[in-house]
């Protein structure tokens, strides 16, 4: 059962049956009751949801720390097949994604997104440390929305998001 397909099922039961207890609607779904709890948890949270993608730390946390205290709802994952399938699982609002990453590459897994109807729509942000035009535009025709280089000003980083965001809200 995929995961979205679970979440509208909670979603139909409570709707319909709002007294059923946490333990009745795991047994219906035939699930834990602590995932029917996790999922009601993460379904009531309306904050705007980003996903970073890089599989270094020191780059991963303070930027996850950063957006958090921004108010963002933050998800991790540290390589390209991970960030594809949070990417089409949670369906994030933003895209952060390192280029250079062991197996698959930033390039490859804005490619995979842009090309599969249910991720097309989400907005990429490519951070990395490749400060070429060449990579630069390789990145934007790939389909990525910014690109960012790395060292970067962490008030630019929010003020590009924020611009991205409210680019694709209108």
């Known amino acids: 059962m ?14 319909k049956e709002p007294d059923k207890s946490y333990k009745q609607i795991a047994e219906q779904l035939q699930i834990t009751e602590t995932e029917v709890g996790e999922r009601i948890e ?7 949801k980003m996903l970073i993608v890089d599989d270094e730390l020191d780059t991963l946390i303070p930027l996850k720390r950063t957006l958090e205290a921004e108010d963002y709802q933050v998800l991790e994952a540290s390589s390209g097949m991970e960030a594809i399938e949070k990417t089409r ?14 197996g698959m590459d930033g390039i490859e ?23 070429d035009v060449e990579d630069k535009i390789g990145g934007i025709e790939t389909g ?6 790395k060292p ?3 008030g630019e980083l929010k003020a590009r998001i924020k611009m991205i965001l409210r680019r694709k809200n209108t």
């Open 2 to 15: 995929d995961i979205s397909d679970i979440d509208k099922k909670i979603v139909n039961i409570i709707e």
């Open 42 to 48: 993460r379904l009531s949270d309306i904050r705007l």
């Open 89 to 102: 699982s949670e369906h994030p609002d933003l895209v952060l994604l390192d280029l250079m990453m062991p």
């Open 109 to 131: 897994v804005c490619k995979v997104l842009k090309e599969d109807p249910s991720t097309n729509d989400i907005p990429i942000l490519m951070l990395t440390a490749k400060g």
């Open 144 to 149: 990525a929305d910014d690109y960012v280089t």
């Open 152 to 154: 970067f000003d962490l």
